[in-house]
C-alpha cells in the first residue's frame, strides 16, 4: 500500500478497510485480519493499525471479541456507507465543484464523464 503524505497514515488504512466493506470483500460478521496480520501485509507499524482498529470501533463499524479477534458489526455496510458519503459531500465535493467552475463544466460535462467511466468498468 502505497500511503500520501497529505491525510494520517491510519484514517489512509481505515479508507481501505472500507472500500473492503462497500465493495462486499468483508461482510458484516466477518472476522476481519488481525492486527498483526493486517500491520504485516500492508507493512506498518502494529501500533499504526490498532489505531485504525480503534478509530473503526468508535465509528461502530467494526468489534472486538475478546480472545476471538475483530469482526465486522451487522450495521458495517450501512455505517461505512454513511461515513464516506458525510467524507465524500464535505471533502471531496467541494473540491470537485471549484475545478469545474474554474473550468466550466457543467453537470452535463460531468454526466457525460462518469457514463463514459462506468461504461470502461464495466468492461473490465
Known amino acids: 500500500m ?3 503524505e497529505s491525510q494520517a497514515i491510519y484514517l489512509q ?5 472500507c472500500e473492503n466493506i462497500l465493495a462486499g470483500v468483508w461482510k458484516p460478521g466477518d472476522r476481519i485480519p488481525s492486527i498483526r496480520e493486517l500491520a504485516e501485509s500492508i ?5 499504526t493499525v490498532m489505531r485504525t482498529y480503534g478509530y473503526m470501533e468508535d ?3 467494526i468489534h472486538n471479541q475478546r480472545g476471538i479477534g475483530f469482526f465486522l458489526a ?3 455496510y450501512e455505517t461505512t456507507r454513511e461515513l464516506k458519503r458525510k467524507s465524500f459531500e464535505s471533502r471531496d465535493l467541494p473540491r470537485v465543484f471549484k475545478t469545474m467552475d474554474l473550468l466550466r463544466m457543467g453537470f452535463e460535462d460531468l454526466r ?3 457514463a ?3 461504461g470502461a468498468m464495466e468492461k473490465e
Open 43 to 47: 507493512q506498518v507499524n502494529p501500533n
Open 116 to 118: 463514459t467511466h462506468r
Open 74 to 76: 451487522e450495521s458495517a
Open 13 to 17: 488504512i481505515a479508507d481501505l478497510m
Open 2 to 4: 502505497e500511503f500520501k
Open 59 to 61: 465509528q461502530g463499524i
Open 112 to 114: 457525460g464523464l462518469y
